[in-house]
């Protein structure tokens, strides 16, 4: 960071860490398993020393499918709960809404998104999404489905983002993303 301050270089948000692991052996190719993406997040935000509640945007894999939504959506409300992040704290969206499925670039968009988001201290909307999980409508749920742009007020903390990538066989990463200069 201090060399591309130095060198003028345009900063759009700082990597603080990434959180992978392995589901394992499963019952097929393409089963998420809910406590390999809870390994992944606790690994980014312990690596980091940031507190899971402090992030107000999540940027899902979100596979648009109800089993794999599902077990992504309850792993990170265990993350969430367990660090006592409030009702409604955090925005919830998946780029894929906007692009579709990109395979294995999927992961590299959400990050240029979430990146942008940081950068210019908006809240992106996610679009498409007409009836979300029940489980995100519940009033204690930590996550909202952004629905249009907004400003991203700053609060407490630097601004902070994560992004999900989940792959075939198992494979989790998460990566937590933070705002490069949160005094401008």
């Known amino acids: 960071l201090a060399d591309a301050e130095r060198d003028g270089d345009r900063i759009y948000a700082v990597i603080r860490s990434i959180g992978s692991s392995s589901d394992g052996g499963g019952q097929a190719i393409y089963a998420p398993k809910a406590a390999g993406q809870v390994k992944a997040l606790r690994r980014a935000y312990e690596q980091a020393g940031v507190d899971p509640a402090s992030i107000e945007l999540i940027e899902a ?3 648009g499918t109800k ?3 599902g077990i992504e959506v309850d792993a990170l409300e265990e993350v969430f709960r ?3 992040a409030s009702p409604r704290s955090c925005a919830l969206g998946s780029v894929k809404s906007q692009i579709g499925h990109t395979k294995a670039a999927a992961g590299a968009a959400g ?3 979430a990146a942008l988001a940081l950068h210019h201290k908006v809240l992106p909307p996610t679009i498409k999404v007409d009836r979300p999980l029940d489980r995100l409508a519940a009033d204690d749920s930590p996550f909202y489905v952004n629905a249009e742009s907004r400003p ?3 609060g407490d903390h630097p601004r902070r983002a994560a992004v999900s990538a989940f792959g075939f ?3 989790n990463f998460h990566c937590l993303l933070e705002e490069a200069r949160p005094d401008r």
Do not use: E, I, N, Q
């Open 111 to 113: 990050l240029v998104k």
């Open 82 to 84: 367990a660090a006592g």
């Open 169 to 171: 066989g198992g494979s």
């Open 152 to 154: 991203w007020l700053g």
């Open 61 to 63: 894999h979100g596979t």
């Open 67 to 69: 089993v794999g939504d």
